[in-house]
């Protein structure tokens, strides 16, 4: 064999490298230095052909009859870059992994790097100029390292179809169908596909290829590595993804499914697209789609190299099933008697009708395939609708079959306009099939909300069945009541379903053989007596079920938890990897025993923090006033205290749920905050945060917006305080007579209880108002154990927080000024009333006299204001606040509004 030649290549981007070094780098390192370098990335290829941004043709799969080299390219970011030059030790390291681990090749050099670079490439091949002589089928590996640590590889791939067989066609894989989908990030399971010529501009998020491909390699197991490329219409590349598998000998097809996009609508503008598939650097085919208004179902055209004409490649059927083999597949569900009876004659009744047609008789309304399916959850209906889809295919009443599943989020938009488009999109995805409507009653809310869209959705519903274009069936499910609302809604939406199912819970014999199905599934066994303890919790579920019980979704539930706890079991053994097949598969009644239904929360211990503790309380001593406020907040100090000291549980003891009622500008906000910063070192809260808002930050404008906005902000407070403001308006209707306020509260009702101890809820507002919305809802009076009470301020409180204020600002009152802002306040007190603004009016007060001492020494010479201190506050600086009631904005007269007392 000839002997194999060392092909080197440095590429520095942007830049030659500079013959110039410092001096103090010009001695190599044993380690690599993290400062001056980050690993980018290692990529193989072997074609030598430049492309566009000093790229090539990077691969992991390579025929050996078309390869000489195999070239490794060693990207790092130069850290110095723009700051000085320096020097690198670089090592690739190539190794065949056919037989082992056997080392090709080992190529050392040592490089400058030049501070003009800011990402350094190195390039290194291996192999010999002969295609074909070198490189062997096999797996192989490159090794990168610098200044002597690995810092990555990569894994590349020889095979072998023969010496001339490229040259003739492709002796590896035939495309045999090459089609397009819409989906979400997560994929569309393949009974949901829904294949489309033509793309909707503002519904789509991800474009998928499905690629069916036929292993014609099969004598062999082998890698497959495929390039599918989305290009727009100046054959720009929007996307690329690859994809690597093993194929292995029995491997008699492989199909594959790539998109791109976003799982955010309208990330595809409105463009001509082309989707290209690519093997071993050769277009195997290419579909051009297009991305417009509206989606456009049906098989694409596929272009092919070497074909003139584009190729429609047929849709890749199931199985062929029998009438009869379908309800073979329906007996052979657990339970479900009288659904199975039911669809039986459904079935035998089509036939019937589809009999008298051929034989000329004429009937008078089409058949009708919509139903209704009633019950409660995991009783069986979504798996009955894909039987009931599967059937009306075989009896030719759908082209397709498929299933697509829908609820109320995936048809009402949030806006007006929304909605039609929505459901219009999920009508065509559902053509040829069913449309599954989950929770169909979610879509009436209330008979008197006008705004409620999911009745938008019932409207395109009701004309579509009646005149729209056909080869469809609409399943709506939910539970029983709530159906019963449902078709009563609306006049024409009743009469449209024939067909009614109630499916009955699953009784206890019937659960039991649905856990034996799941532990096959599974691959777990069950030992009798650990197979007596789960029937025995499923009997007790039955008894105590109530309409939310999950049936099947319960059982799978119970054997998926015995298999965790088995696991967790199995590795706290010895040397768990030299374990039997038997005891991995086997479920012991301890691991029965162990499932926990409703696992208790467990709220962090945290200690008291004694000096935040003490900065809490003298925050709160240094406010003016509120004495009565300040005696119930040290009081529940000592009590948190006490029981936390005696070990007694704090957070199930009490709610600490708060409502702070008082008179505009009394400090309440503030309070709050203190009392959050004290519940805090306590140790009962968490984080410690206080979240604040209002009905404005709760409500929503529409049906069902409100308790998702609503959990949003209680998620955010959790480990603190959801302070609401003028919480009184959450019951107040609005101009509309819409009450979504009502929502709000029976969200936050609801995560009190749901998170107890893991945050708590502050109401503030005026006292009529909060007494009234106390009232409002049953629930929130027991909610609430703390009230705390914020008096208006006295007289003397009042020129206390004032002197306080001027105080903070540097400003200091003359003795005739204070004076005369002590009778003011006297005279704002007297003749205060529900809206008076205490501190709020106070800082209004401060402000104000202070922009008059600042105006009246911007009217002085420089000269004058030499001879006079700046910061004394002057009578005539606060000679506008007169003891009038006519100065008062709303009070003409003495006792307008609510007179009280003196101090």
Sequence with gaps: MPVPTLLLILCVALTKTSDQTDSHMASSKKFPDLKKCKFRELKIYSSTEWLADNKKKYRQVFDRWETSYVYAELSFYNKLFDKEEWEVEVELKCFSLRKGKKELCTLPFHRKVSKYDNIVYIREGWGNKSEGVFWKKGTYCWEAYIEGEKVTSKYFYIEDAGKDALKIGNPYIQLHSFRLYEGPYDDVMEDNRVYYKKFEGSGTRYIYAEILLKNTHFDKSWQCELFVKFLNDAKEIKGQVVRLQKIERKDDYLKISAGWGSNVKGSWRKDKYTCELVFMDQLMGAIPFEVGERFEEGTPAVYIPDRHSPVYFSPTEELAESFEELMERLDALVGLTE?????????????????RKELGYEEKESINVHSVFIGNPGTGKTTVAKMMGRLYRKMGLLSRGHVHVVDRVDLVGEYIGQTGPKVKGAIEKARGGVLFIDEAYSLVRSAEDSKDFGREVIEILVKEMSDGAGDLAVIVAGYPEEMT?????????????????EFSDYLPQELSKIAEYACKEMEVKFTPESKA?????????????DRTFGNARFVYDLVEKAKVNLGLRVMGLESPETLDKEILETVEKYDVDKIDFK???????????????????????????????????IEHVRLVRYYKETSRDVLNSFFLHTVLIGNPGTGKTTVAR???????ALGILERGHMVETDRQGLVAGFVGQTATKTAEKIDSAIGGVLFIDEAYSLTQKSNSGNDFGDEAIQTILKRMEDKRGRFFVFVAGYPDNMEAFMKANPGLSSRFDKMLKFEDYSSSELLKIALQMFEEKGIVPSPDAEEHLSNYFQFLYEYRDKYFGNARTVRQVVTEAIKNQNLRLAAMTLDERENISSNVLLIEDVGEFKLETSSLLFNNKKGIGFRRGGD
């Design 339 to 355: 659904i199975k009876e039911k669809v039986r004659d459904h079935a035998k009744y089509i036939q019937f009708l589809q009999l």
């Design 485 to 501: 609302k449902f078709l009563n809604s609306n006049p024409g939406i009743k009469s449209r379903f024939k067909h009614h199912f």
């Design 533 to 545: 303890k789960l029937d025995e919790i499923i009997v007790n579920a039955y008894r105590d079920r």
């Design 599 to 633: 696992p208790k929360q467990e709220l962090p211990n945290i200690p008291i923090d004694e000096e935040l503790l003490n900065k809490g309380i003298a925050e709160l001593n240094h406010l003016i006033g509120l004495e009565k406020v300040k005696e119930q907040i």
């Design 674 to 680: 203190i009392l959050t910063k004290i519940y805090k």
